[in-house]
């Protein structure tokens, strides 16, 4: 049945009527963008350290902030072995270090479910940092004051870029469910 006047729900609530997210979309999403994150730090290498904190690690804990149901906990093996494969870590260290990451975070939401973004902050922070120092660890390298002050960077940068990346988050979340195909 046609409209009697076309322009009758034109507002910016009555283009939303009869629509749904992509189920596509709303699916891949968060782990393309995590897959994303973990090879854009080997575009920027120096010539000992990488620049740049596991971006990959940090797009994880951001999304599992953000959005706290929405990826399994078992996520963080097979976003880890991506993320060995283009890291230069041995493998399985990230696999390890992200589910034991997810498991943390898994029991900080269960201590705490209602939480402001400072806590959040502090709580990705801290976890980056843990994971960054086991990653240290378990590349097979013999840790020294010198290594670890050579590398103190690349933490307080993962530290201060967790605001950032969980907006960026926040945005693609929003991407993500936008409402894009119609209903019937």
Same mark, same amino acid.
């Given at each position: ?12 609530? /009555? ?22 994150? *973990? ?12 620049? $740049?904190? *596991? ?33 230069? %870590? ?8 992200? *589910? ?18 400072? %806590?959040?902050?502090?709580?990705? /922070? ?12 378990? *590349? ?11 590398? $103190?960077? %690349?933490? $307080? ?28």
């Amino acid at each position: 049945m046609e409209r009697l006047n076309p322009h009758a729900r034109a507002d910016r609530y /009555g283009s939303r009527i009869n629509r749904t997210q992509s189920p596509i979309c709303a699916g891949s999403v968060p782990y393309l963008s995590i897959m994303l994150g *973990s090879l854009l730090p080997a575009l920027l290498i120096a010539d000992v350290m990488p620049l $740049l904190p *596991s971006l990959g690690l940090l797009m994880l804990l951001a999304w599992r902030l953000v959005r706290p149901g929405l990826l399994p906990l078992w996520v963080g093996a097979p976003l880890g072995a991506f993320d060995d494969l283009f890291s230069g %870590q041995p493998f399985g260290s990230a696999m390890l270090l992200w *589910s034991l990451a997810l498991i943390s975070l898994e029991l900080v939401e269960a201590r705490f479910p209602w939480r402001g973004f400072w %806590q959040d902050w502090f709580t990705a /922070g801290l976890i980056a940092v843990l994971v960054w120092l086991g990653g240290l660890m378990l *590349s097979g390298a013999p840790v020294t004051r010198e290594m670890l002050l050579v590398a $103190l960077p %690349q933490a $307080l940068l993962a530290v201060l870029l967790y605001p950032i990346v969980a907006r960026m988050v926040a945005a693609l979340d929003r991407f993500r469910l936008a409402r894009a195909r119609r209903i019937g």
